[in-house]
Structures are given as structure tokens and as C-alpha cells.
């Protein structure tokens, strides 16, 4: 069974294999999309600064009547945060509005401010000053594991050549029609974990012809065969939805793709619209 089973990040901590995403998940609906996740079998949960839901996934933390450490939880240091100052003042909001001792791993959420993710200037010192005060809050014990997302490879770069603890994992816009190929395999050549958020492409998928296909060949559902997809490509895909029939169908996916299929999803035609999620920068191309 997928939720039971983990990866291992480069410094030896254990990550389950399959995340409950919650962006878009209300603070208050979010305490009972945990609880239900967890009741099904989840162990991992992704949160962020940005979501404004940190503290009701706490609250579902609490209530959900599992051990703490049986729980992987993971959050993001917002995107505007470009500062050494800034971001340990961060963590330690993230800690409190959690309400946790620890936080499983904390991520950088975004290279650039949300406002700027187009625009020129990389941030390159703004991201070395974040990374600096994740590292302290690593070694300090708050933070089990520390990573990046949305971060192309000069991006990564300019932490891999200045760290003293390099980034575990690097979370992703990737699945079936968008798969960044030479990025995965700059992560696997590091040693640094791929997640991949909107792994079912935002619902964009459920519209494709060959896709949906593909599924019934499988005999299972769109979201199932996109899930599959990353797994079979070691990735951790983070399905976002607040539905336990949802949570429970995206974690069905003990079947496998064969590598003929796979090499036909890896090159299904491009997203080039997302619909309403356009409108978020990375989705905009």
C-alpha cells in the first residue's frame, strides 16, 4: 500500500511516498481534511506560510489521534522572503502557528517574490540569506529536513555552491503533458528528492483524450494513472483535496505502468492553459 511505504532523503530521514496537499484548503475546512486523511492512512501532509491554513493543519494534527512522530509534516517559507532576519523570524512562525516542537522539512517556497516570479532579478543573496537561517534551524533541531521548490537549476545552483547542508528535495509543477526531464535528472544526480505538485495538472487532465484512454486501459481513474506516473518516475506527488473519497481513490494506485505506456504519457502533448489556475505564475509559463 502506497501511504505505507517512504523514500529516503539524502541525510537518512524517511518520507511517505504519497502527500496530502491543502493549498486552497481553508483554515477552518483544513483541520477535518487532516483528520480524514490521516483516518485513511496519510501520514504526510504539505502546508505552506502562503496557504494561511498553518495553524488549522495543527489543530488536525492534534485531533487526528496519532502520534506526532508517526506524522511527516511540511511547510514552505513564503515566496517574499529574501532575508536572513526574515526567514528565521518565519520558521519560528511556522513552529508556533503549527503548534509543533519540530517541523518534518520547511521548503523555500519560491525562488522570487510571487510578484516577480517573471521578472530578472534571480535573488540570488535573498536566497542564500533564507537558506542560511533554514540550515541553522536544521542543525538546531527545529527542522528535520530543509528544501527548496520551484527552484530551476541556477537557482539550485547558487545554493549547492554556497551551503554547508544541501537541499533535500526540490518540489515541482510536474505531471503526465509537463514533466521537467532534465531537472529530474539534475535532482537524482545530487541526491535531491522530486515532488510534484499538481500532479493531476490542476484537473486539466481529466480533460484529455488520451489520457483518460490511457486510465481505462488501466481500469483505474485519471487522477490514479497521474499519480502512478510519478511514482514510477521517483517522484512524491502531492495531490491537493479536501474530499476523503478523493484521498482515498488518489491512493490506489498499486498497479504499474508498463515502460512502453510510460514512454507514451511522458510525451503527451503540453499543457499550454490551466484555466482559471493561469492566472498563479507557475502556471503561466
Known amino acids: 500500500m502506497i501511504l505505507q511505504e517512504k523514500y529516503k532523503l539524502s541525510n537518512g530521514v524517511e518520507i511517505p511516498k504519497l502527500g496530502l496537499g491543502t493549498w486552497f484548503i481553508g483554515n477552518d475546512e483544513v483541520v477535518q481534511a487532516v483528520k480524514d486523511a490521516v483516518a485513511i492512512g496519510y501520514r504526510h501532509i504539505d502546508t505552506a506560510q502562503a496557504y494561511q491554513n498553518e495553524s488549522g493543519v495543527g489543530k488536525g494534527i492534534k485531533a487526528c489521534g496519532v502520534d506526532r512522530e508517526e506524522l511527516f509534516i511540511t511547510t514552505k517559507l513564503a515566496a517574499e522572503v529574501k532575508s536572513y532576519e526574515e526567514a528565521v523570524k518565519s520558521i519560528d512562525a511556522s513552529l508556533k502557528a503549527l503548534d509543533l516542537d519540530y517541523i518534518d522539512l520547511m521548503i523555500i517556497h519560491s525562488p522570487k517574490p510571487w510578484q516577480e516570479f517573471q521578472g530578472d532579478d534571480p535573488y540570488f543573496e535573498g536566497n542564500r540569506e533564507a537558506w542560511r537561517a533554514l540550515e541553522e534551524a536544521y542543525k538546531a533541531g527545529k527542522l528535520r529536513a530543509i528544501g527548496l521548490s520551484n527552484f530551476e537549476k541556477a537557482d539550485l545552483d547558487n545554493i549547492l555552491e554556497s551551503c554547508t547542508v544541501k537541499p533535500m528535495v526540490n518540489q515541482v509543477l510536474a505531471h503526465i503533458s509537463n514533466t521537467p526531464k532534465g531537472l529530474i535528472a539534475y535532482h537524482q544526480e545530487k541526491g535531491i528528492l522530486t515532488e510534484a505538485y499538481s500532479p493531476i495538472a490542476h484537473g486539466e487532465l ?80
Open 206 to 285: 481529466m480533460k484529455n483524450e488520451e489520457v483518460t484512454r490511457m486510465a481505462e486501459k488501466y481500469g483505474v481513474s485519471v487522477p490514479q494513472l497521474a499519480i502512478r506516473y510519478c511514482l514510477e518516475l521517483g517522484l512524491l506527488p502531492l495531490p491537493k483535496t479536501a474530499n476523503p473519497a478523493h484521498m482515498k481513490n488518489n491512493a490506489a494506485v498499486a498497479f504499474e505502468i508498463s515502460d512502453e505506456d510510460m514512454e507514451l504519457l511522458k510525451n503527451v502533448e503540453t499543457i499550454k492553459d490551466y484555466g482559471e489556475a493561469s492566472k498563479f505564475p507557475v502556471y503561466a509559463g
